[in-house]
């Protein structure tokens, strides 16, 4: 007999774009990235209030493809800044999709990926899911302290790209995802380092405002130094943040976040740009050997993934400094429409089953 088809809709909203695809399966026949001008967006005061004209561009774009309703098996989108939560494929409810309209998390375009599968799965009747959000939380106990009561260690890390490679790597090495050990660095605009212990991470640095600098968020920083500016009269709540998130790393000190550009000015001989540059790498390689306590050197292997995992400067650079800890394996980019499909596929073909929201490991 041969293999049940099913065709998935996946959504994942960024800031200026929807990005779109239909999988058949495993297989991606159509993908495609609608663009959202600031003119366009300029009229909503909110990233929520985008909600009804994102949909109606998503309608506008199967019909277009002459994708109809009837064809497909499932909607699923992006999760958003919501309740920590244990990582899986979670059905889209109206708590979620009330969290997102808050907001209480921050203000982000992924908030919008749960209410438009919803939206789009009510129209068609079709099931409607997210996979992994950003705020899957599944520290171990010490990991969640910090050294303020009152202000625990809080779990927001790249959990859709980091578990859909980490279920790539334990396929590569031959193992299940649930008994596999795993350091894994996500490497792009935001960087998350992450400990896999069995199938759970255990722990990961905060990637908006924690961990490594990267491109363009600033990571650790000495707080007091941070305390004297905030307090100094000279910059809005607003500026600070975005100082630190968005200006941050690279774009601080180089004035850019384009490590392409960055490379091209160390092969030219710039030895400042190139004293940065090896920061950044550091602080990446130090993260990932404090991974490595974390999994108290029962290590399967280290995995690099995310755009900057194309850099063969970063890689090499990396490995010199956390070569010892074992074997590495690289996964360039991220697919996250593909993980996205993929976690509803295992719920279509009943491998897993999808959980309610909120879920958590707690």
Same mark, same amino acid.
């Given at each position: ?37 600031? /003119?366009? /967006? ?32 499932? *909607? ?8 920590? *939560? *244990? ?113 759970? +991470?255990? =722990? ?15 990571? =650790? ?22 100082? /630190? ?49 974390? /999994? ?18 970063? +890689? ?5 400094? *956390? ?40």
């Amino acid at each position: 007999m041969s293999e049940e088809k099913y065709k998935i809709l996946t959504i994942n909203p960024g800031s200026t774009s929807t990005k779109v695809s239909i999988f058949e399966n495993e297989e991606e026949i159509i993908g495609t990235s609608i663009s959202h001008s600031r /003119l366009e /967006l300029e009229p909503f005061e909110r990233v929520w209030d985008q909600y009804e004209f994102r949909k109606r561009l998503i309608k506008e774009l199967l019909e277009e493809n002459g994708i109809k309703a009837s064809e497909l098996s499932a *909607v699923v989108g992006r999760g958003g800044l919501f309740r920590p *939560v *244990v990582g899986g494929t979670y059905k889209v409810n109206q708590l979620m999709i009330e969290d997102g309209r808050r907001a209480a998390r921050g203000e982000h375009a992924s908030n919008l990926g749960a209410v438009l599968a919803y939206g789009l799965g009510w129209d068609f009747k079709l099931p409607s899911f997210i996979v992994d959000p950003p705020s899957v939380d599944e520290f171990f106990p010490p990991a969640r302290i910090s050294g303020v009561k009152g202000i625990p260690r809080e779990s927001l890390f790249h959990a859709l790209n980091i578990k859909a490679t980490a279920r790539q790597a334990a396929d590569k090495i031959g193992k299940a995802f649930e008994d596999s050990n795993f350091v894994i660095a996500h490497l792009g605009g935001g960087i998350s380092v992450a400990a896999i212990r069995k199938g759970k +991470v255990v =722990d990961s640095n905060n990637a908006l405002s924690g961990g490594p600098f990267t491109p363009e968020r600033a990571g =650790d920083i000495p707080t007091f130094a941070l305390v004297d500016l905030c307090f100094s009269g000279e910059l809005e709540k607003s500026q600070v943040k975005k100082m /630190l998130v968005g200006r941050g790393g690279l774009s601080s000190h180089l004035g850019t976040n384009d490590c392409r550009l960055v490379e091209e000015q160390i092969s030219e001989g710039n030895k400042n740009v190139e004293l940065i540059y090896e920061a950044m790498i550091y602080q990446i390689s130090c993260y990932i050997g404090s991974r490595a306590v974390a /999994l108290k050197g029962d290590i399967d292997a280290v995995i690099l993934t995310g755009g900057l995992a194309n850099s063969d400067y970063v +890689v090499s650079k990396i490995k010199e400094w *956390v070569g010892f800890l074992g074997e590495i394996l690289v996964f360039a980019g991220q697919d996250e429409m593909k993980a996205l499909a993929l976690g509803a596929l295992r719920i279509l073909r009943g491998e897993e089953t999808p959980r309610e929201y909120p879920e958590t490991s707690q």
